[in-house]
């Protein structure tokens, strides 16, 4: 399984299998069959850190030019994972202070 899916990407980061295979993969994790995959992590589980984390792990949030569309994102990013919603004003504050240190455009 693994294997199929290290061969779903190719050599520029897209996505190039079908959606079967997904459906595959998808299904062995919810299912428990991938040893070390675990679906069920809740939110009381989650720091501050991880969300922070998994935020800037969007290239799209790093590369965004102006204060305002930042803040915006942040609240697309929360409003979309509602299980990290107590994280809000603490991400909106780190984006804040982010934005002040890039000297990013008010926009």
Not at 11 to 21: D, I, L, W
Not at 58 to 66: D, G, L
Request: hydrophobic share 35%; net charge neutral.
């Amino acid at each position: 399984m693994i294997l199929a899916l290290n061969k779903s990407y190719n050599h520029f980061g897209n996505m190039v299998c079908n959606p079967g295979k997904v459906q595959k993969l998808v299904t062995g994790v919810l299912q428990g069959r991938l040893n070390g995959v675990n679906v069920d992590v809740s939110s009381a589980e989650l720091t501050f850190h991880h969300v922070k984390n998994i935020f800037w792990s969007n290239q799209s949030h790093r590369e965004i030019q102006t204060k305002k569309a930042l803040t915006e994102s942040v609240n697309t990013f929360i409003d979309l994972n509602i299980n990290m919603a107590e994280f809000r004003e603490d991400l909106l504050s780190e984006v804040k202070e982010y934005g002040r240190h890039q000297e990013l455009a008010e926009g």
